[in-house]
């Protein structure tokens, strides 16, 4: 019977458990650190873009608001002189910065510009000839609110939002619109759309303050597709803007403490499990050696009572009997006085092999002192059995062994028997039976 240590099993399986757990630890710590990185990256990108909003939405507020000074002027006076527009006008572009010119429309066609050079295409301009901007104002005049048009290309020349004013005065009939053309570009650039930080891309869409359903109107599209892009509503006077915004180098995957974490993980799981592994493997050694007979590699006395008292409680369980031999060598102490203590252990070692080569591997063979061996065998149950192997192992110990002076020597063997239950329940009865039968034979 091979000798398996109980919970052998777990040898290996620690230090495999051991490193699935280190490794696995280290990777959820990568993974939460990779976590933590992309929340602060998006939060950058996020008060970025925040602070992109607030200006756009300033700005845009600002100027109408200054623009509604001229309305309330036409309110009071719908037939004011061409002088006062281009006063209040000129006044009001001295205040915005990103105001390119102010036009009046009265019944939809642009009567008065400011300022006038460079806009004198615009003069006569009938809104409903151009249906890009018409819908805008139609918009405005039905919801008789302000609203962002745009941005569109200008009648004049460049790109400009319009923020389209309806005039309704005192009268509530419809006088015409006030349109107020914002450059495109340096509201992008005062709004941090565009400018020196090159950390962030930006995209707009919600064209004519359309919000999602809005044409993308600056910056990549494929931004909007993008499900980690920081996307904030930008209110205008009527409707929204949509800004999506991202890192422009990309979003963090493979940063360099990322990597550091894992291989080191990785690294500190094999040097932990390998060490476990190791100590395992030496503190299991060393049980098996102190349980074995270093000379022969039987079992020794104390790994024989141990398989002595799992045998007696299966036995018990079962209600069978088995035997037990205790062998003592005749005429061993000779070879050591003559031959030296060298030959006494090479036949030692000799007579244990030819017992594991004879016998079974369910069979339990030990040796318990300097030429004694014990020997069990759960299935000989009967007396006529016990005798019987008694007889087959003093064959085997009797046959002649070669030394290594060239001298083949033979020892004999006496063998005592005793048989579970019949000649003891415990181990020491049994054993103590045994021995005296042994020493009842060998005194014949």
Known sequence: MNYRPTGSWVT????LLLFALLLGTSQYIALREQQHLHDVQYRRVYEHAGAVRTQLEVELNTTLNLCLGLVAVIKSEPDFPVNTFESVAESIMAQATHIRSIALAKDNVITHIFPTKGNEKALGLHYADVPAQWAAITRAMEHRHALIAGPITLIQGGRAFVSRIPIYPRDNVYWGVASVSIDEESLYRFSGLLGPDPTVRYALKGKDGLGEAGEVFHGDPQ???????????VKLPMGTWILAAVPSSGWIEHASILTLIRWSGLLLALVISSLVCALLHSYRRIHLIAL?????GLSNRRLLEEHLSQLILLSRRKKRAFTLLYVDLDRFKPINDRFGHEAGDAMLTTLARRLKDNLRQSDIIARVGGDEFILLFHDMVTRRDADAMASKVGRIIEAPVALSCGQKISVGASIGTSLYPDDGTSGEALISHADLAMYEQKSH
């Open 292 to 296: 074995q007979d270093p000379l022969t």
């Open 12 to 15: 290996p399986a620690i230090p």
């Open 223 to 233: 931004l909007f597709s993008d499900p980690r892009a920081a996307i904030l509503p």
